[in-house]
């Protein structure tokens, strides 16, 4: 399945849009392709990393799949999407297109690297179920330093999977897989954050009809109300500024051509 990019010009970001139930054929064309391969996903704080973060915006720039992750960035899509195009499948989350990976033809290793022991020994365990005669390892992402990086990739490499769910938190996972690009084994990396929780159990993943409406914020503030209050109520306004710059540098420039 071939896949293009769309520029959301509101958010000067780019994004991949993909339908959920599409997942399965892009991730078995990445596979089959071969080669180091990322997909990542686009909500209001990454697309405030990106702007604010070199390496950030350059894993990114160099994603096979930016995919649609959060409601501000979907409607910002699909407002400026070809009428009758859009629907509400093309916004992704990483527990969206985790759970089709049992139709990912050629997928038979699969790393989990990230959250705390006991998260990480669940989530294995689970996609266990969901890839019968698959191999699942896990390394856990607690304590996590220049030294636990370097062990977890010799033993990538010497595990060689197919596809390696990284959930170490934003920004930490984005500079690991950039600053150890040329180090990880080939195979398809997976930016899914807090996923690794929801597919263990450990955290609660919010109703689907509510992220439908657009509350899933809502729902995270509840349960992590001083994690989430930064990136809710204050986070945006960030974004709101560091765009107003760009554009007010650009339109300087461009006058004074």
Same mark, same amino acid.
């Given at each position: 399945?071939? %896949?293009?990019?769309?520029? $959301?010009?509101?958010?000067? %970001?780019?994004?991949?849009?993909?339908?959920?139930?599409?997942?399965?054929?892009? $991730?078995?064309? $990445?596979?089959?392709?071969?080669?180091?391969?990322? %997909?990542?996903?686009?909500?209001?704080?990454?697309?405030?990393?990106?702007?604010?973060?070199?390496?950030?915006?350059?894993?990114?720039?160099?994603?096979?799949?930016?995919? /649609?992750?959060?409601?501000? &960035?979907?409607?910002?899509?699909?407002?400026?999407?070809?009428? *009758?195009?859009? !629907?509400?499948?093309?916004?992704?989350?990483?527990?969206?297109?985790?759970?089709?990976? +049992?139709? &990912?033809?050629?997928?038979?290793?699969?790393? %989990? &690297?990230?959250?705390? #022991?006991?998260?990480?020994? #669940?989530?294995?365990?689970?996609?266990?179920?969901?890839?019968?005669?698959?191999?699942? /390892?896990?390394?856990? *992402?607690?304590?996590?330093?220049?030294?636990?990086?370097?062990?977890?990739?010799?033993?990538?490499?010497?595990?060689?999977?197919? $596809?390696?769910?990284?959930?170490? @938190?934003?920004?930490?996972?984005?500079?690991?897989?950039?600053?150890?690009?040329?180090? /990880?084994? !080939?195979?398809?990396?997976?930016?899914?954050?807090?996923?690794?929780?929801?597919?263990?159990?450990?955290?609660?993943?919010?109703?689907?009809?509510?992220?439908?409406? +657009?509350? #899933?914020?809502?729902?995270?503030?509840?349960?992590?109300?001083?994690?989430?209050? *930064?990136?809710?109520?204050?986070?945006?306004?960030?974004?709101?500024?560091?765009?107003?710059?760009?554009?007010?540098?650009?339109?300087?420039? @461009?006058?004074?051509?």
């Amino acid at each position: 399945m071939t %896949v293009g990019r769309d520029r $959301l010009r509101l958010l000067d %970001v780019e994004v991949t849009a993909v339908p959920e139930h599409g997942m399965a054929d892009v $991730l078995s064309g $990445l596979i089959a392709a071969g080669g180091r391969r990322t %997909v990542v996903g686009h909500n209001l704080h990454s697309c405030y990393l990106y702007h604010t973060l070199p390496d950030f915006r350059a894993l990114y720039d160099s994603a096979d799949v930016v995919l /649609l992750d959060g409601a501000p &960035v979907y409607t910002v899509w699909k407002r400026q999407a070809s009428a *009758g195009a859009p !629907d509400s499948s093309y916004r992704v989350g990483s527990t969206d297109w985790i759970k089709h990976l +049992g139709s &990912v033809a050629g997928l038979d290793r699969v790393a %989990v &690297v990230g959250t705390n #022991e006991l998260s990480n020994a #669940e989530a294995c365990r689970r996609l266990e179920v969901l890839l019968p005669g698959a191999k699942v /390892l896990g390394w856990a *992402g607690q304590d996590w330093d220049a030294d636990r990086e370097s062990a977890v990739v010799d033993e990538l490499q010497a595990f060689g999977p197919n $596809l390696v769910l990284v959930g170490l @938190g934003m920004p930490l996972q984005e500079s690991f897989l950039w600053q150890r690009r040329d180090d /990880l084994p !080939d195979a398809v990396y997976g930016a899914v954050g807090g996923a690794l929780d929801q597919i263990s159990g450990h955290q609660r993943l919010a109703p689907r009809w509510l992220g439908r409406l +657009g509350f #899933e914020w809502l729902w995270r503030l509840i349960l992590s109300p001083r994690r989430v209050f *930064g990136r809710v109520f204050l986070e945006p306004w960030k974004l709101a500024a560091v765009l107003a710059r760009r554009k007010f540098r650009s339109t300087k420039t @461009g006058t004074s051509k």
